[in-house]
């Protein structure tokens, strides 16, 4: 199955999101100059990382066009990682 090619305002959706995750990564490394902490940053800044990594699992990698049981390994890869990563900063603070 060939992916469709959109364009969007005469670029691809795959260049959008190339963009998306270039804003992300800006916002992520702006906080860490700026030297932000507390619970609510550490959740934000891995929120950003999980949301990376489904962008590039869905767009990339091309799990988007997919069903069933090989969209679930990239899933279950961010899900779990992430949710006991924030349940240790939780607990931490």
């Given at each position: 199955?060939?992916?469709?090619?959109?364009?969007?305002?005469?670029?691809?959706?795959?260049?959008?999101?190339?963009?998306?995750?270039?804003?992300?990564?800006?916002?992520t490394?702006?906080?860490?100059?700026?030297?932000?902490?507390?619970?609510?940053?550490?959740?934000?800044?891995?929120?950003?990382?999980?949301?990376?990594?489904?962008?590039?699992?869905?767009?990339?990698?091309?799990?988007?066009?997919?069903?069933?049981?090989?969209?679930?390994?990239?899933?279950?890869w961010?899900?779990?990682?992430?949710?006991?990563?924030?349940?240790?900063?939780?607990?931490?603070?």
């Amino acid at each position: 199955m060939a992916m469709q090619k959109r364009i969007i305002f005469g670029l691809r959706a795959c260049t959008w999101i190339w963009l998306v995750m270039l804003l992300l990564t800006g916002i992520t490394y702006g906080i860490g100059q700026q030297g932000l902490s507390g619970l609510g940053i550490s959740l934000t800044v891995l929120f950003l990382a999980l949301l990376k990594g489904h962008l590039v699992g869905a767009y990339f990698m091309g799990l988007s066009q997919v069903r069933g049981f090989w969209r679930w390994p990239v899933t279950l890869w961010l899900v779990i990682p992430g949710g006991l990563i924030s349940a240790a900063f939780i607990m931490s603070y």
